[in-house]
Structures are given as structure tokens and as C-alpha cells.
């Protein structure tokens, strides 16, 4: 079992920026994979960037290219999102997920981007 909770969501402005984090606890000695999705009102939830284990390998959507950055420290079990240049058609929930096992997911983070 892992355990994800999400945080560092909120309200910005168009241009804005934030970091999101993820935070695991439970089974955090496996080295697994983490990855970023997203979730509009009405639409469906949406891969946003991945990271490995080390560190060494990201993947973003075309969409978070050159704006967002993934990033991981595996001592504090934590994986970010920085998330710059927001635009309003960022807003959703943002969720973190663990590639391990079936694959767990936290409750999210609602991101919110006023133009």
C-alpha cells in the first residue's frame, strides 16, 4: 500500500506559477516510477508528466512542455510539479500517482488559473 497526499494547489493568476507537491508514506522502499495527471471539469483525466525512480528519466504532455517541471526526493518521499507561465486553461485537479503494483493515487489538488 502507498499512500499519496497531494498539496500546493490554489489560486494564481494567468502567468503565475506553482509547485505542487506529493508526498508518500506506506510502502516507500520500492523504487517505482510517479507521475503528474490532471483533471478538468467535465473531461477526462490527463497524463501530465512522469519521472523514474532516480530521477534521470522525465516525459511530459506536449501541453506542459517548457512550462512544468517534474522532480523527485526520494529521501523525503516526495515528488513535485513546477508548474510556470499557468495559463487558465490549466485549471483542474492535479493528481500524483505511484507506478507500483496496481497504482495508487492521491485525492488531489485543485489548480486554479484566472485569465
Known amino acids: 500500500q502507498v499512500q499519496l497526499v497531494e498539496s500546493g494547489g490554489g489560486l494564481v493568476q494567468a502567468g503565475g506559477s506553482l509547485r505542487l507537491s506529493c508526498t508518500a508514506s506506506g510502502r516507500t522502499s520500492s523504487n517505482y516510477a510517479m507521475e503528474w495527471f490532471r483533471q478538468a471539469p467535465g473531461k477526462g483525466r490527463l497524463f501530465v508528466a512522469s519521472?523514474?525512480?532516480?530521477?534521470?528519466?522525465?516525459y511530459y504532455a506536449d501541453f506542459a512542455k517548457g512550462r512544468f517541471t517534474i522532480s523527485r526526493d526520494n529521501a523525503k518521499n516526495t515528488v513535485y510539479l513546477q508548474m510556470n507561465s499557468l495559463k487558465p486553461e490549466d485549471t483542474a485537479v492535479y493528481y500524483c500517482?505511484?507506478?507500483?503494483?496496481?497504482?495508487?493515487w492521491g485525492q488531489g489538488t485543485q489548480v486554479t488559473v484566472s485569465s
Open positions: 500517482k505511484a507506478n507500483v503494483g496496481a497504482g495508487y
Open positions: 519521472i523514474s525512480w532516480s530521477g534521470d528519466y522525465t
